[in-house]
Every structure is written in C-alpha cells, then in structure tokens.
C-alpha cells in the first residue's frame, strides 16, 4: 500500500527559530499534499492543500509567511515553521492524495517550542 | 463551524460487544465520508469509507452506514477487541475536491 514518511518525529526547538517538517511519498506520487494541524482534543485542522510545482494553498487564518510550503517534487512537501513560538506548539500531519490509493497519512510530527 | 460533527468525545465498550460510533454532518454537498483510527503521537489510518450512493460499506469487522436525509453516518465495529481502542474521525469532502473535513474524533476504548 501507499506510504507516506513524515520528519522529524519529534523536534523541540527554542522561541524564534524555524523548523522544517518533511513529507515524502514512498512508493507513489503525489500531486496534492496536505498539511493539517491537531490541537489537543481538538478536529485535525487543515492549514493549506500543496500541489507540486505551484503555490500553495492556505486555508483561512492561516499565515502563509509563517507557515511556508514547498511542494517541489511529486514526492516531496516541506512545512516550514518560521519564527516559532510556543503557540505554535503542536501537532502537525501531512497526508498525500493519489487517485488509486486516496489519503494516506503521515506519521505526524510533534512540535515542542519552548 | 464545525461541518463535521462527533458528539461523543468517547466511548466504552466490553470487548467482543459491538461498538457504535456517530457521525453528524451539515454541509449537504458532502458526498463521500470516511473514518479514520489514530493511535496517540502516530498520524491517521484509513479504516472505511463510503459514497453518498450507497447506504452501507462493509469490510470484515467494519460497517459504516449513511443516512443521507438525516445527514448522519455510523461506524459499527463488531465485535469490538481491544486493539480497536483509539480515536475514530470521521471525515467528509465533496465531489471534486480534495480537501477532506474532520470531525473531532471519538476516542474509544475496548476493555478486556
């Protein structure tokens, strides 16, 4: 079946710093990424849909100079979180869309910023 | 405005009982419904989904049922084992798009 990899598992990184958050596509191309966003007892949010070779798209309230994707390959989608705060604490998930396999999701990335 | 409605935060059911998980939705050009389980720190797997042209999905020891006029879907898990306790999401999107709402989950456990 379809694999979608997601890295770093886990990062902590101090108040003002970026953080880069891979996600690849295995074993199938992906046109369309997506990145969601979970808080605590909370729905997972979408944040914006990536669609390789072309700007992403952000969904409402959600800062694009803060949250930067790059969608650079049919493989490949990277959020960066720039200037982070603790707010920005949290858990975050892409999951790629293939019209034979559907979503499938990544293993999501804990962010911890103190 | 929550598009995708789980009203119970969770739920416990004896193992080898059946397990019945709800699903309310709004938004009427929803057309296709999934659910997802998640176990903690790991990201969603897909489990079942269904078309708004069918009424019911089946596979193994899982049935999701639609109910369109009510606008109401169901995830029936039978019988339920303890390897089942996670959160369900369920998750709709619309003909055409892409983009999939989620509810906000209904974690559920199976005691042994």
């Known amino acids: 079946g379809a694999v979608v990899s997601q890295h770093p598992s886990r990062v902590i990184c101090k108040s003002g710093t970026s953080v880069k958050i891979e996600c690849r596509s295995l074993?199938?191309?992906?046109?369309?990424m997506f990145w969601y966003r979970q808080f605590p007892k909370k729905s997972l949010m979408l944040m914006a849909t990536?669609?390789?070779?072309?700007?992403?798209?952000?969904e409402q309230g959600v800062e694009k100079d803060k949250f930067l994707i790059n969608h650079a390959s049919l493989t490949l989608s990277t959020l960066t979180v720039t200037s982070a705060h603790p707010e920005d604490s949290s858990f975050y998930i892409c999951?790629?869309?293939?019209?034979?396999?559907?979503?499938?999701f990544g293993s999501g990335t804990r962010l911890t910023v103190v | 405005d929550q598009q995708v409605k789980q009203n119970s935060p969770s739920l416990s059911v004896q193992e080898g009982r059946i397990s019945i998980l709800n699903c309310d939705y709004t938004?009427?050009?929803?057309?296709?419904f999934l659910w997802y389980k998640k176990y903690p720190a790991e990201g969603p797997t897909f489990l079942i989904s269904?078309?708004?042209?069918?009424d019911k999905n089946e596979d193994g020891r899982f049935t999701v049922f639609l109910n369109k006029s009510a606008k109401h879907l169901s995830l029936h898990i039978v019988p339920s084992q303890p390897g089942d306790s996670a959160v369900y999401f369920c998750?709709?999107?619309?003909?055409?798009?892409?983009?999939?709402?989620f509810g906000i989950g209904t974690k559920l456990q199976v005691i042994p």
């Open positions: 269904i078309s708004s042209i069918k």
């Open positions: 999951s790629a869309w293939d019209r034979g396999y559907g979503y499938t």
């Open positions: 998750a709709a999107s619309e003909a055409g798009y892409q983009k999939v709402t």
């Open positions: 074993d199938f191309q992906a046109t369309t």
């Open positions: 938004n009427s050009m929803f057309d296709y």
């Open positions: 990536s669609n390789e070779g072309s700007k992403a798209t952000y």
